[in-house]
Structures are given as C-alpha cells and as structure tokens.
C-alpha cells in the first residue's frame, strides 16, 4: 500500500509569492491534515479536510488555505509568502476514527527568500 | 486546551543500555496518546499509540510506553537501545471529545542520541 505522497519535496519562493502544496493521502483514507514544523514553533496544526469539508483549523492567518478533492487528494495554498512561512509542511491522513494513528508524509521543505 | 510537555530536549544512551523518553500531558476528558519518530529531512512515522485498555502498550521496532493516568505521563521506553534509533521523537496527544477530528498536539521533542 502506498504511503503518503507530498509534491514537491522542496521548493523555494520569494517574499510575495503564492505556493501550492500538494497531498495524496493513503488509498481509502478520508481524513487529510495538514501541519507545520518550524525549529521556534515545533510542530503546529493548521487544518483538517474529511470528504471535502475543513472541520477544523488551526490559530494561522487567511493567508494559509486549503481544499481537499472528492479522491481525498488535498491541497494547501499559502498567498502573500513571508520569510516566517519558511517551514517543513507535513500532510498527514487517516482512516477517520478518533483513535486512529495519523500516517505522515515525508514534508514539503519551504524556503522563502 | 491540550498541551504536551516533553521535559528534556535530548537523551543520550550508550547501545544497549535501557532508554526513556518522557512525556506529561493535558487534556479535559480522556486522552489518546501517540508517539512519532522523526528522521533527518523524513516526515514523522507512528511508533505506538493508547486509546484505552492495558497500560503499558507496545509498538514498533521494540518500543513501548506506559500510561499513567494518575501521572498524566505516557513515557516512551526500550529495554536496549540501538545506535540507529538515533533521532527526534514527539509524543501527542488528541482529545477523545473531538470525536473523529483528527488534530494533534504534540510536544516540543526530544533528540535521543545512542552512542556506540
């Protein structure tokens, strides 16, 4: 079964710039979240997709977005990028379930100059 | 609010000693309780996790953590550590009253170093 797939693994933009991030999710898995990890701030949620619908975000601005397709697949969207959004952006997905263990992908590294 | 707590930025080991990875945690109702496993530029990768039942839980590569609801603590240990289990660790929290939301709360992580 394949794991979690995030594109691209790397990408750096300039100061101004729109990024789009992208997630595959495990096959038959729902639920997609979307975190990021950032040496001062560690690891912070910033939104969750199930069957199309954000039931939950996280304590970030407008400027980050999100929308999940009816495959499951998932995108975020960051517009106007700051130096501070320089981060590892992690997708993670599961099955649904509140006990269920979240599978993470292996990141998008952003780099904003 | 859930908040995790993990106290020590970095354990160190010599191979084949016993190791231990602390974590406290906070919720309102009940928690479950998750342990990740972070390798250099790799996303996170499931270790364990406690929903309910026996307290001392087992996972992958000869891992396992004992809750303590008494404690709030859900400690990660491993009888004999490895050089290769080397890495950054988080443990995590979800509340079981957000049924179904799958939001995390981790904790700051702590760097296991094993030394050979």
């Known amino acids: 079964k394949a794991g979690v797939t995030q594109t691209p693994r790397y990408l750096i933009k300039t100061r101004g710039q729109q990024v789009t991030l992208s997630c595959s999710p495990i096959?038959?898995?729902?639920?997609v979240s979307w975190y990021q990890q950032t040496p001062g701030q560690g690891l912070q949620f910033l939104f969750e997709y199930f069957s199309e619908t954000q039931r939950n975000k996280g304590n970030f601005p407008g400027r980050f977005s999100g929308r999940q397709f009816s495959n499951s697949r998932s995108e975020m969207n960051v517009s106007t990028l700051e130096l501070g959004d320089s981060a590892l952006y992690l997708c993670?997905?599961?099955?649904?379930?509140?006990?269920?263990?979240?599978?993470f992908g292996q990141g998008t590294r952003l780099t904003v100059v | 609010a859930q908040s995790v707590a993990q106290p020590e930025d970095q354990v160190n080991v010599a191979e084949g000693n016993p190791l231990t990875v602390k974590c406290t945690y906070s919720v309102s109702g009940n928690p479950y309780l998750f342990w990740y496993v972070q390798y250099p530029n790799r996303g996170l990768q499931f270790l364990l996790k406690?929903?309910?039942?026996?307290?001392l839980v087992k996972g992958s590569y000869g891992f396992e953590a004992e809750f303590n609801k008494s404690q709030t603590s859900f400690h990660l240990k491993k009888p004999s550590a490895l050089v290769s289990d080397s890495a950054l660790y988080f443990c995590a929290v979800r509340d079981t009253r957000n049924t179904g939301f799958q939001k995390l709360v981790f904790g700051t992580g702590t760097r296991l170093l094993v030394s050979p």
């Open positions: 406690y929903i309910t039942g026996d307290n």
């Open positions: 096959s038959g898995h729902r639920s």
């Open positions: 993670a997905s599961s099955s649904g379930p509140a006990g269920t263990e979240a599978f």
